[in-house]
T-cell receptor, first 113, second 111 residues
Framework: DVKVTQSSRYLVKRTGEKVFLECVQDMDHENMFWYRQDPGLGLRLIYFSYDVKMKEKGDIPEGYSVSREKKERFSLILESASTNQTSMYLC????????????FGPGTRLLVL | AQSVTQPDIHITVSEGASLELRCNYSYGATPYLFWYVQSPGQGLQLLLKYFSGDTLVQGIKGFEAEFKRSQSSFNLRKPSVHWSDAAEYFCAVLSGYALNFGKGTSLLVTP
């Protein structure tokens, strides 16, 4: 069974703090993704990675960066958190083939005060 | 870019009634389409997906979806809804490596 875990379910941070969200998958998947979910907006892609140290910007990368030093781990970094980054963050992973199923973690609900 | 639209933000059905959730896609060629479900406080779970072949796709939990090219639609159906089906449902289309999601339809099931 594929398992995608995220380091925190809930997180409260202050404006200006550097925030790290960690995601780990245990199925040797090549692709990993970070989405942001907001009410009425659905899920929007922030960044994805198709291999170690490789990354591509998604639809809303501003204010975020990512790191993938190992295949199983994909980190989302908020360099200087702002209140408009309060959201639910979902990580996903998939094999590299076209149309492969994306498996999602449980999400991290981040509140920036 | 490929996109999907879910016209219904909220839908309420009685337990035991049939269900149809609408999804329209925008893409010239045959799209890769998905339906995901998100139960409260949970991540997303894949219900079913369509790439090619038979236009009626069977998924988990008794769900099915039908791809209709003439209507640019990929509607999700279930013949008899259970209270545990109350959740948010997302239609998505493959766009490059990633998925473009609709804004979701929230399903409420009444006794």
């Amino acid at each position: 069974d594929v398992k995608v875990t995220q380091s925190s379910r809930y997180l409260v941070k202050r404006t200006g703090e550097k925030v790290f969200l960690e995601c780990v998958q245990d199925m040797d998947h090549e692709n990993m993704f970070w989405y942001r979910q907001d009410p009425g907006l659905g899920l929007r892609l922030i960044y994805f990675s198709y291999d170690v140290k490789m990354k591509e910007k998604g639809d809303i990368p501003e204010g975020y960066s990512v790191s993938r030093e190992k295949k199983e781990r994909f980190s989302l970094i908020l360099e200087s958190a702002s209140t408009n980054q309060t959201s639910m963050y979902l990580c996903a992973s998939s094999l590299s083939g076209l149309g492969e199923t994306q498996y999602f973690g449980p999400g991290t609900r981040l509140l920036v005060l | 870019a490929q996109s999907v639209t879910q016209p219904d933000i909220h839908i309420t059905v009685s337990e035991g009634a049939s269900l149809e959730l609408r999804c329209n896609y925008s893409y010239g060629a045959t799209p890769y389409l998905f339906w995901y479900v998100q139960s409260p406080g949970q991540g997303l779970q894949l219900l079913l997906k369509y790439f090619s072949g038979d236009t009626l796709v069977q998924g988990i939990k008794g769900f099915e979806a039908e791809f209709k090219r003439s209507q640019s639609s990929f509607n999700l159906r279930k013949p008899s809804v259970h209270w545990s089906d109350a959740a948010e449902y997302f239609c998505a289309v493959l766009s490059g490596y990633a998925l473009n999601f609709g804004k979701g339809t929230s399903l409420l099931v009444t006794p």
